[in-house]
């Protein structure tokens, strides 16, 4: 059977601590006669790097079976704690099993002390406890760097996002449709004029506080979708539905900010709108605290080029929070993406 390493460093490991080990391992065994008798040198370091080595697998072993049932890095003190029970004691029986080979073969130099045996388990088990505390302290050290690692990635998600979002939002032609509507309303209905305005303030406002933090609460996003529709209603008319029939309690769950501004975004971008032809956008809850984000597909005839930065940040977001993925549908006539709520 092929033998699993613990980590990387195991032989490096066995190169600097099983020489040390064995020949003080042998000289508590044995006495003064192991440095001065060649035979007994010879034959004791021999047989105790073979017990030794394959000790030393054999706690390895150990070590991966039960840093599979022990997952969870907080838990380490009592995984650092059982590893150590398991591992000293196998290495506790094969100190004694070494001194039951030296009394066997009648080793030269060799006698019978139970001080000695005492003293031998003993030292066994302080080394093993030094190199449980250094796989210990790797393990730690690795799963650090991984949380890091997520964290800067997570950051850098929430960065891009919110650059993506300003790019598909704060830029020439949503400003100039903006103020032409805005424009438009100071002529014909001022105070109109005046709602709009506050509402593509406040839509602004979110868009550029809405990462600074990696999630929102539900109502907070759909106070923002309300401002956002707002905006959307007032250029495209009856061309433009939306349906909100969210559970009541569910305010209060959290999800990715943008998010529902994306996938609304997305539905107006690549769909035709017309008085005739309307697009309607349902927000729905169901019992399994998710959120389904739906549309009608009338897809435009001339489709512009997208590379779905939208929805991939979106599951970015997602897996960077340890969340399930959100599922998306497109069947040809409904296009459906299903939010897990945290």
């Not at 391992?25 to 044995?30: E, N, T």
């Not at 072993?61 to 591992?87: E, G, H, M």
């Not at 001194?99 to 388990?121: C, M, N, Q, T």
């Not at 897996?319 to 709520?341: S, T």
């Amino acid at each position: 059977m092929k033998s699993l390493n613990y980590s990387r460093y195991d032989w490096l490991l066995q190169l600097i601590v099983l020489p040390v080990y064995i020949g003080l391992l042998d000289w508590i065994m044995i006495g003064d006669a192991y440095w001065h008798n060649w035979t007994t040198f010879g034959l004791a370091t021999g047989i105790t790097f073979a017990e030794s080595f394959g000790n030393w697998l054999i706690n390895n072993q150990i070590a991966i079976y039960i840093n599979r049932r022990f997952t969870d890095q907080k838990r380490y003190v009592q995984r650092a704690l059982i590893r150590f029970s398991f591992t000293g004691t196998s290495s506790s029986i094969n100190a004694t099993l070494l001194y039951g080979v030296f009394w066997a073969i009648e080793l030269p130099g060799f006698e019978l002390s139970i001080v000695r045996l005492g003293v031998a388990v003993l030292y066994t088990l302080v080394v093993v406890l030094v190199v449980v505390m250094t796989y210990e302290s790797m393990d730690t050290f690795a799963y650090w760097q991984q949380s890091t690692r997520e964290v800067e990635t997570l950051s850098k998600a929430q960065l891009q996002a919110q650059l993506d979002a300003l790019r598909q939002q704060v830029n020439p032609h949503f400003l100039f449709n903006s103020l032409n509507s805005l424009s438009a309303l100071i002529e014909e209905d001022p105070r109109q004029a005046g709602a709009y305005a506050d509402e593509l303030g406040s839509v602004y406002r979110y868009l550029l506080r809405a990462n600074e933090t990696p999630l929102v609460t539900l109502g907070a996003e759909l106070a923002f979708i309300d401002s956002y529709y707002h905006l959307l209603k007032t250029r495209h008319g009856e061309a433009l539905t939306l349906v909100r029939r969210i559970l009541p309690g569910l305010e209060e769950r959290q999800l990715p900010p943008l998010t529902l501004q994306l996938l609304i975004e997305n539905a107006v971008k690549h769909n035709v709108l017309l008085p005739e032809q309307p697009l309607t956008i349902d927000l729905t809850t169901d019992g399994g605290n998710r959120l389904i984000v739906s549309n009608n597909v009338q897809r435009k005839p001339s489709r512009g080029l997208s590379n779905g930065v939208g929805l991939s940040n979106i599951l970015s977001k997602y897996q960077m929070l340890g969340q399930p993925a959100p599922l998306i549908e497109d069947d040809g006539r409904e296009f459906r993406v299903v939010l897990p709520l945290v």
